[in-house]
Structures are given as structure tokens and as C-alpha cells.
């Protein structure tokens, strides 16, 4: 077994903790969203179980990501910095019932295995960090956009508000 794949529950039961890094080029599916896909991830891993006794995984996961901005479409520094709550369940069945049961959005319900990726759940991790639509908070050249803004034609509607 891979040092990056383990038993979900007995990880859990144990209260193992296990972190590493890992380069992003390794995580191909965030590798494709990205603008530059260097620099690396850095993940922690924590078993326990919650108030009621399910079986949980804590992961956090940091690190810099380089991002294009929806606005001026340049890359951009975004820092990840993402905690999340995982409750194992068996199956599909349970895992509707857990969520129900607890009724919290901060908590994640995900059906459990003996053979967990922990590669992909710091990759979809990462994916969930990032925003939708990206943006400086204030674009370093908007030279383009204030092109576009000053050679906006007028609408051809404009005409008929003359005719009233």
C-alpha cells in the first residue's frame, strides 16, 4: 500500500496524523486550472471521531497557487489556506443519514474505504479553496478595460428616447 493511500477508518480509530507536501505538477486535475502550476501544497492529516463517535478526518491544506484574474486575465498569487471536516461513512445510505443527523454545513460527509486517497483529498481540497471567479482587489493594469469603457458605442436605442 502506498504511503499516500490508508484505511479511512482505521486511521480514524487510531487517531493517526500524517503531512507532507507535495508539488502541485503531482495534482494534474488543479494543475490544469492554474496559470503557472508550480510551487507545492502543504497538507496535515488528523483521524478522530466527532461528538456522536463517527469516524472523522481533519485536513488542512495551504500553500500559493497561481491563479489568472477574470478581470485584467493576469496571473495572480492566491494563498490557499483551507480546513475541513470530513465524517466517514460506509455507504451512500449512511452517509445521507449522517448528514441529516448532523445538519451542519462546515462538515463534510464522505463515504469512507480501506483504500483513501489522501492525494485526491488534498487535491479536491485545493480545487474547493479556490474562487469561482477570480479577481485582484485591485488589478495592477486596467489600461485594456479603460479601453474598452471609453470606445463604448452608444446603444442604437439611444435615438428613440428623442422622440418622446
Sequence with gaps: ??????????????????EGAMPVTDLTRLAEELADPSGTLSWVLIGGANHVAHPQLTLTVSGTLQIICQRCMTPFAFDVDSESTLILAKDEASADEIDALLDDDQVDVIIGSKALDIIQL????????????PKHTECPD?????????????????MLKNLK
Excluded: H, Q, W
Excluded at 122 to 133: I, K, T
Design 122 to 133: 488534498v487535491e479536491d481540497e485545493a480545487l474547493l479553496a479556490m474562487p469561482l471567479s
Design 142 to 158: 486596467t489600461s485594456a478595460l479603460e479601453a474598452l469603457k471609453r470606445g463604448k458605442k452608444e446603444s442604437p436605442f439611444a
Design 1 to 18: 500500500m502506498s504511503a499516500f493511500v490508508i484505511d479511512a477508518f482505521e486511521f480514524s480509530r487510531l487517531k493517526e496524523r500524517r
